[in-house]
């Protein structure tokens, strides 16, 4: 069982924010599937997942993804995915 804290950041603050806890442990091939349902949830549109994204989320614990990371415009400056560590 694992969380993930999303947040939409617009000028250096939080404008939004969701806490995602599905019931199963964190599987990085299932990490589109999260991202679909947190995107769903805070009512914004899915970005493009690399591979890079999902390796820094490995490394560190968080992923940002940025306006060019969207297909359609977006109007805030970054979506910030953090795994809460217990």
Same mark, same amino acid.
């Given at each position: 069982m694992f969380k993930l804290w999303a947040k939409i950041m617009a000028d250096g603050k939080i404008r939004r924010q969701f806490v995602y806890?599905?019931?199963e442990k964190l599987d990085y091939?299932?990490?589109l599937s999260y991202l679909m349902d947190i995107?769903?949830?805070m009512d914004i549109p899915t970005p493009v997942l690399l591979?890079?994204?999902?390796? %820094?989320?490995a490394k560190f614990n968080h992923v940002k993804f940025?306006?060019?990371d969207f297909v359609e415009s977006v109007d805030?400056?970054?979506l910030?995915?953090? %795994?809460?560590?217990?």
């Open positions: 806890e599905p019931d091939s299932h990490f995107c769903h949830e591979k890079t994204h999902i390796f %820094n989320f940025l306006p060019r805030f400056d970054c910030l995915l953090e %795994n809460i560590v217990l």
